[in-house]
């Protein structure tokens, strides 16, 4: 039976809302009152949920295999021409270019999944990511690595489609404990890629009784490490095509989308199976989704996710800058170990405590505790390089620091989860695609600028110190935009966005 029309927090009036039109969360809750379901979760849907997961691996583990070894890359291949200070400027562009094109493209195939369903899209992604990743590890050249990198951005398209997967194999009972797990595959992938990436880098040099005799792993010294993700994102595509179901209910086509064949002629079928697949089949156009819970809620994921990546991508650079430049020095192998324990805790905290702590605090106080930590991890940089200094080793106290700083990005995780949900609920579910498309957009973008920005102000700081603040002008820089994220994120309602289909 219908449910009434009701008002929600912003004076707008929802249509009512039939079973079918169910929104993800509930909104009749009062909006300090935390998120708590009022019966038993449903049960997840753990085949599927598993199969999204194992492919979203595919995503972490080609992004960072590249991480621990791209400095040295950088240096090997001699743009820089040896000055160190170049370097951070040169990995923030090639992770730039990644996100750059991924911006220019990742709303087309979001919106393009939106008609055809999920399951094709992720299917190309996949084959993408591979061939990308391939060519990437062949490259010698810098033009080369642009150019496969860039290609990885653009043909990956899966981003935001699995997300859509994830909030369409759910409800409102069990979406919370659904994103609790999806940090697995991106802790995973953050563990593994870099311990790949900084352990078979050189293979013929670090493994010269299983490599030293290769001359084609001399002649390209990074194709290994950028062959195994690459590999498995085609075992990855195999798994997709033979068991992931699809998820959106009624797709389209791919021939009668692309107009290669005549649309059918819709069948006479009852008014709700009809209405259904109108809904689901015809999304509205992109201008009707650019309402005020979808702008803040792809806002807050922007500012997160430049808050982010300005860390993640100074982080490598930072550790294996000599300590008299600002950094600790460190090789690329202990990076590797560092960046992967950080997977590894991260992923355990986020599948163990975030439903608990999103159930009890609530969205925006889950989403506002992860950006407010940003404040501390920010200055755990400048303050881990002073007792380096202060010490003239590699001391206690710095590991101390790099502990604290470990804490601080198991904190930060939380707020991916919750807005994650406010995205999810602030659309039609006919568009979910789009608005996630929307929403990565954005997040491509800023991540996009992010790495250019953080790097280059880091190679900045160490090249031309400013008086007074010497060598920490990139540290005000990153406090700035943890601020900007904390502002974005006291816009959000105290509860989840209710979003009618």
């Known amino acids: 039976m219908p449910l009434p029309a009701s008002t929600n927090n912003e004076g707008n009036v929802s249509r009512s809302m039939t079973d079918e039109q169910t929104p993800l969360l509930p909104n009749d809750r009062d909006e300090e009152t935390p998120l708590l379901p009022k019966k038993p979760p449903t049960a997840l849907p753990w085949r599927q949920l598993s199969i999204i997961l ?8 080609t992004s960072q295999v590249i991480s621990p070894f791209t400095p040295q890359l950088i240096r090997d291949i001699g743009i820089t021409h040896g000055d160190e200070s170049q370097v951070g400027f040169y990995v923030g562009l090639m992770q730039s270019l990644f996100f750059l094109t991924e911006a220019c493209t990742v709303l087309h195939w979001s919106r393009f999944s939106d008609h055809i369903g999920r399951k094709p899209v992720i299917l190309i992604g996949l084959l ?7 060519a990437f590890g062949l490259s010698k050249t810098f033009w080369g690595l642009v150019l496969s990198r860039s290609l990885n951005g653009a043909l990956n398209g899966n981003i935001g489609v699995m997300k859509s997967m994830v909030a369409e194999v759910t409800d409102a009972s069990n979406i919370a404990l659904a994103y609790s797990y999806t940090p697995i595959s991106w802790s995973a992938g953050c563990t593994i890629g870099p311990m790949i990436g900084g352990s078979l880098s050189h293979p013929a040099k670090q493994l010269p009784r299983l490599f030293g005799s290769s001359e084609f792993l001399k002649e390209y010294p990074y194709f290994l490490p950028c062959a195994i993700p690459a590999t498995f994102s085609l075992i990855a595509w195999f798994v997709a095509y033979f068991f992931l179901q699809e998820t959106l ?9 692309l107009g290669f064949r005549r649309r059918s002629a819709p069948s006479d079928n009852s008014a709700t199976t009809s209405d259904t697949t109108q809904s689901h089949s015809s999304p509205p156009p992109l201008r009707t989704l650019l309402t005020k819970p979808v702008l803040i809620s792809a806002g807050n994921y922007a500012t997160l996710s430049l808050m982010d990546i300005a860390f993640r991508c100074i982080q490598p ?15 690329t192998a202990r990076i590797g170990a560092i960046l992967s324990v950080t997977g590894v805790l991260g992923g355990v905290f986020q599948v163990g405590f975030f439903a608990r702590i999103h159930n009890y605090c609530g969205s ?7 950006v407010g930590a940003g404040f501390p991890l920010m200055l755990s940089l400048p303050v881990a390089n002073h007792f380096a200094r202060v010490d003239g080793e590699v001391s206690g106290r710095v590991w101390a620091v790099l502990c604290f700083q470990v804490a601080m990005l198991m904190v930060t995780g939380l707020s991916y989860g919750s807005v994650f949900i406010f995205i999810s609920t602030a659309g039609p579910r006919s568009s979910l695609g789009a608005v996630n498309g929307l929403s990565q957009m954005t997040v491509s973008v800023v991540r996009a600028i992010g790495p250019a920005i953080a790097n280059s102000m880091f190679s900045l700081s160490m090249k031309k110190p400013l008086p007074v603040i010497g060598a920490n002008l990139v540290y005000f820089v990153l406090v700035g935009i943890v601020l900007l994220a904390v502002a974005a994120g006291s816009l959000l309602p105290s509860r989840a966005w209710n979003s009618s289909s």
């Not at 194992?54 to 583990?61: K, S, V």
């Not at 209910?249 to 989308?257: A, D, G, R």
């Not at 550790?319 to 600002?326: A, D, E, Y």
């Open 54 to 61: 194992f492919l979203q691996l595919t995503e972490p583990l």
């Open 128 to 134: 993408g990511l591979s061939m990308s990743m391939f």
């Open 249 to 257: 209910p009624h797709p389209e086509p791919v021939s009668e989308y």
């Open 317 to 331: 650079v930072w550790l294996s800058t000599p300590v008299s430049s600002g950094g600790l020095g460190f090789s």
């Open 364 to 370: 925006k106080r889950t989403f506002l505790a992860g």
